[in-house]
């Protein structure tokens, strides 16, 4: 049975979420700069501690299952939210996005995040409402996301972007270097893009791949669009800085995607046994629900989701310290990628304009 909250509570909490994001980009365009270590600890502190709280109201409001199914959801896209960070390392260091202007992407790859999870959650319910034989397609494309996640290799994905990046470069007219945060500029007289143009591109692919993946998983966990994209919400506010908070530790997390890797297999097992539970396929037990099969209760589904975190989390920080104490390098591809990305934003001089340069440049 679908969650069936206060009116008011779900206008109240889409006006309040809608300010707040407004706030966060106003603050991020009108101010931009590298935020501290104690900055980016508050905020993540902050956003942590409005999820609990609008967790505690859903509980006053209704009961524990729905804000249950909010903080299993929440977490969930949480873990997904980190895993994001990765690849957004990989982007700002494969572009030398002058650190300055970090905070500027980074709200801008949330917004398009935000946008195309609306769009999927919309898709997602609707789609669910009419054919429930989709838990049987949702449950195995989670688990196929789970087998990639655990042990897919990279290499290739990454010459496919190098090439689509190049292939931009010439069809676009992209100029070499930056000019802030603006999108075009002008050298020696011609309007061309800035790499500020690809970093967008390659931020707005990533969501939608992480989008493709994410959606399917809460919607294992709540069939309710409204805590859907409240989870969905909460996990991207403080994605911001929580990149500056742990962009120089993300390589020691080593473990991480085995843990995101067993939560999105878990997930799709309970989707399975959802759709036998509520089974109207005539080809599988002659289109009868199939009785035996057991649903997974969401504080079980809750309870999971933090022991594969925690679990993930304290192994990775053990290996690396284990690592430390006996002097071996960590070296590996993605750490070579996680390091390359801190040293390319350790520098807070943004290159130099060309004295050829003539003109305001468009913002985006």
Do not use: C
Not at 162 to 188: A, I, M, P, Y
Not at 309 to 318: E, G, I, P, Q, R
């Amino acid at each position: 049975m679908h969650p069936e909250l206060p009116l008011v509570f779900e206008i109240g909490s889409y006006v309040g979420l809608g300010v707040i994001l407004l706030f966060d980009l106003l603050y991020v365009v009108k101010r931009p700069h590298i935020p501290s270590f104690r900055e980016s600890t508050l905020w993540v502190v902050f956003y942590v501690t409005l999820a609990l709280a609008f967790a505690g109201l859903m509980w006053a409001f209704t009961d524990g299952e729905f804000a249950g199914q909010f903080l299993a959801g929440w977490l969930t896209e949480y873990s997904l939210s980190i895993d994001n960070l990765f690849v957004f390392v990989i982007i700002m260091a494969r572009f030398s996005v002058p650190r300055k202007y970090q905070q500027e992407v980074l709200m801008v790859g949330i917004v398009i995040a935000l946008v195309l999870r609306g769009i999927f959650i919309l898709l997602g319910a609707q789609i669910i409402a009419n054919f429930s034989f989709v838990f049987y397609i949702f449950g195995l494309f989670l688990l196929f996301t789970a087998y990639r996640q655990a042990f897919a290799n990279n290499e290739d994905a990454d010459d496919g972007e190098t090439r689509f990046t190049l292939f931009l470069r010439r069809k676009l007219g992209v100029h070499d270097e930056f000019d802030g945060s603006k999108l075009r500029t002008t050298v020696n007289g011609k309007r061309l893009f800035t790499p500020m143009i690809i970093v967008f591109i390659a931020i707005g692919t990533t969501d939608f791949i992480f989008a493709i993946d994410s959606i399917p998983a809460i919607f294992g966990i709540t069939q309710s669009p409204f805590i859907v994209f409240t989870a969905n919400v909460f996990a991207l506010m403080g994605l911001r800085q929580l990149y500056f908070l742990l962009g120089g530790l993300l390589d020691r997390l080593r473990y991480l995607h085995y843990g995101i890797a067993f939560i999105l297999a878990f997930i799709g097992v309970k989707l399975f046994l959802h759709a036998m539970h509520e089974n109207e396929l005539p080809f599988i037990n002659n289109g009868e629900h199939i009785e035996w099969a057991p649903e997974i209760s969401t504080w079980m589904s809750l309870a999971v989701i933090v022991v594969a975190m925690a679990v993930a989390t304290v192994a990775s920080l053990l290996h690396s310290a284990h690592d430390r104490r006996n002097g071996v390098s960590t070296d590996g591809r993605e750490k070579e990628r996680v390091e390359s990305a801190v040293d390319a934003s350790a520098s807070e001089q943004t290159p130099p304009a060309p004295g050829s340069r003539s003109g305001e440049g468009d913002t985006h």
